[in-house]
């Protein structure tokens, strides 16, 4: 069912209207498309999720305007995220997150 809707979030996201300009539920579908990742990232805890998970939360900041309320937060996910992802990369092998690691991450707020 993400799946499916992962490819709408995608769509919106990839939309361009008559003026070549982006679609007005842009930032509504990258947030969801973030969200959906970092759960799927929760619920698995395997790198290449971590990776789409990180990517998201890039395109999401990139994406927002300096003086929006969610960037300090997504600032704060994202560093969290690369600092796992380099804990990870010295402490296992492919395959899943280590326990330890899995339990340490932060709870995540319903914008991002």
Same mark, same amino acid.
Request: proline share 6%.
């Given at each position: 069912?993400?799946?499916?809707?992962?490819?709408?979030?995608?769509?919106?996201?990839?939309?361009?209207?008559?003026?070549?300009?982006?679609?007005?539920?842009?930032?509504?579908?990258?947030?969801? +498309?973030?969200?959906? +990742?970092?759960?799927?990232?929760?619920?698995?805890?395997?790198?290449?999720?971590?990776?789409?998970?990180?990517?998201?939360?890039?395109?999401? @900041?990139?994406?927002?305007?300096?003086?929006?309320?969610?960037?300090?937060?997504?600032?704060?996910?994202?560093?969290?995220?690369?600092?796992?992802?380099?804990?990870?990369?010295?402490?296992?092998?492919?395959?899943?997150?280590?326990?330890?690691?899995?339990?340490? @991450?932060?709870?995540?707020?319903?914008? +991002?």
């Amino acid at each position: 069912m993400t799946t499916k809707r992962m490819a709408v979030a995608e769509k919106v996201i990839a939309f361009r209207d008559p003026g070549d300009g982006p679609s007005p539920e842009r930032k509504a579908a990258v947030d969801l +498309a973030t969200m959906f +990742a970092d759960k799927k990232f929760h619920v698995h805890g395997k790198p290449e999720h971590l990776e789409r998970v990180i990517y998201r939360f890039r395109a999401f @900041l990139d994406g927002i305007s300096l003086e929006d309320p969610d960037r300090p937060w997504i600032i704060k996910q994202l560093s969290f995220l690369q600092r796992l992802r380099s804990h990870n990369s010295t402490s296992t092998s492919a395959g899943t997150v280590s326990a330890n690691v899995q339990d340490s @991450l932060p709870v995540t707020s319903g914008s +991002a």
